[in-house]
């Protein structure tokens, strides 16, 4: 496939919980990568109605049903710049969560469209605020543009997330906590630069890029609050349909979810709680082009997961691509330049026109 992406049209406009831990060993098996789905597209339902509230566990429903926040930034201090710009830690709150960033802005004069950064499943212990995805975040600060790198919850100084959350070891060596409401830390910092938090940044061109389970978020965020962002990149994403995901695990090696699916299971629960978490259950709310790029070789997330999903978000009316580098990993080694230069030229075409 092409390595070049397409130039997007601008489009703008301006609590079911899972009880039994065997939810906990499944998610797992997702984000641990282990094996390649096969299973083909299934088309999606119209979006149900949300009746989830906010207590306990968030969903996407539960989310899509919360009032709208108008969060604003708190200035904590400066903190080290990653090429030659200003870099400052910033706070905001998000959903009773008080949430941390790294707010960077270019030399020059403003006002700068920006991106919001969101990164993927990391070591907490090994990660400082705002440090992920930095040769995307060099490359955006290089072509004029803002970077608000968002520290999900339970990373840097960012609350930790909730207790009752899903705890999974996604399989390199640390536990993960998917706490859903960092879909919704997502939102609120694409909220605070549309309502003019940060003077620097031109609110009217906002886009939206996460890599691998900040992939997954970033869809998230485009059902959530349709608009909040005028484009999404999806680096390497966790797949967006967690049933469909887990059927084909079990297409592919029959009875390898009996070990975690056991006898006290409730099927139409479980079913439920998977079409609650997984965005492409409501993507006939999105409004923003998407563009996903894969590596060929990533044995942690497939490329499969990416074509399903933008053949789904197709399927709404909304433009979509999927650009493959052929035989880049998970993090598009050896071939990473070339991921970044097709996500900023993708930015490019949408914030710049």
Partial sequence: MSSRSAVFRRTRRRSIRIASVSAVAAVTLLLGACAAPSAPIVEETATPTPTATASGPLTIPSMIA??????????????????????????????????????????????????????????????????DLIPEQRALISSGYAVLAVDMRGYADSDAADADSLEVDPGFGWMTVLDWGMALDVVNGLRALRDGAAPEVDPENVGLVGHSLGGLLVLDAAVIAPGASDIVVALAAAPSDFKEAMDA??????????????????????????????????????????????????????PEWSQQTVDAWQATGNPAEIVLIDGGDHHFKPRRDEEVGITIAALDAVLRD
């Fill in 249 to 302: 695990i079990e297409a592919e090696n029959p009875g390898a979810m009996d070990e975690f699916l056991g006898e006290d299971t409730d099927p139409a629960q479980l079913a439920q709680y998977w079409a609650d978490i997984s965005p492409r259950t409501f993507f006939d709310r999105v409004t923003e082009p998407l563009l996903m790029i894969h590596g060929t070789d990533d044995d942690s997330t497939f």
């Fill in 66 to 131: 919360m009032p709208a926040e108008s969060p604003t930034f708190e200035t904590i201090g400066p903190v080290e710049a990653v090429a030659d710009e200003t870099a400052t830690q910033v706070a905001y709150m998000s959903g009773g969560k008080r949430v941390t960033a790294v707010l960077r802005t270019p030399q020059g004069d403003g006002p700068f469209p920006a991106v919001v950064v969101v990164h993927g499943s990391v070591d907490p212990e090994d990660y400082d605020t705002g440090t």
